[in-house]
């Protein structure tokens, strides 16, 4: 396929043509996701074993900054610790930013799956914002997670995200953050 594009310039008293001849252009039809659930997690992995660690991180819908000393801070963070554990998981470390939160869990023995876990936070903590009289989204849809590997340093990673305010600007000690925790040593 060829296309012909010609391109005319008029500067003060003289006009110029310019023409470009571009040829077997691969146009290629975007990506449709209207209808199709495009999932960033991995396919036939089993999200339930036990013992295996997960670095995750959940945004607030179009990075809107709802997170600080205020009511909805506190009730996510609580709403967390009650999640990870009725569904399974070892609450390891945890760090919400303005508008974002990391965490830690770890799978223990008859874990439900980490998808439902997610699943079922965002739209308890989504309730909670909602009857503390705001409105809209709380948060992105989907989430980032990281399967902690066995020859990955599960300390280095918590002391990431422990860390987070710090490398933000935030505060100069992670110890002053008042909105992070190590809850647990994983197993």
């Known amino acids: 396929m060829k296309i ?6 008029s500067s003060g008293t003289e006009t110029r043509r310019y023409g470009y001849i571009l040829e077997e252009m691969n146009i290629r039809e975007k990506y449709k996701t209207f209808g199709k659930n495009r999932s960033l997690r991995l396919k036939d992995f089993d999200y339930s074993q036990p013992y295996f660690v997960y ?5 607030t819908y179009n990075k809107l900054v709802y997170f600080g ?37 770890q799978a223990e023995e008859n874990a439900k799956d980490l ?7 965002k739209k308890f903590t989504t309730h909670i914002f909602w ?25 280095k990673v918590t002391d990431y995200v422990l860390n987070n305010p710090v490398r933000k600007g935030m505060i100069e000690n992670k110890e002053d953050y008042h909105l992070s925790k190590l809850v647990n040593m994983p197993i």
């Open 4 to 9: 012909n594009i010609s391109l005319w310039v």
């Open 55 to 59: 670095f995750l991180t959940i945004c």
């Open 69 to 105: 000393d205020n009511e909805i801070s506190h009730a996510i963070l609580e709403s967390l610790e009650k999640y990870s554990k009725s569904y399974g998981y070892r609450l390891i470390v945890y760090c919400l930013m303005p508008d974002h939160l990391h965490f830690m869990v």
């Open 115 to 121: 998808r439902d876990l997610i699943r079922d936070f």
């Open 131 to 155: 009857q503390l009289g705001m409105n809209g989204k709380l948060w992105q849809r989907g989430y980032f997670e990281h399967i902690v590997r066995k020859n990955e340093d599960v300390f």
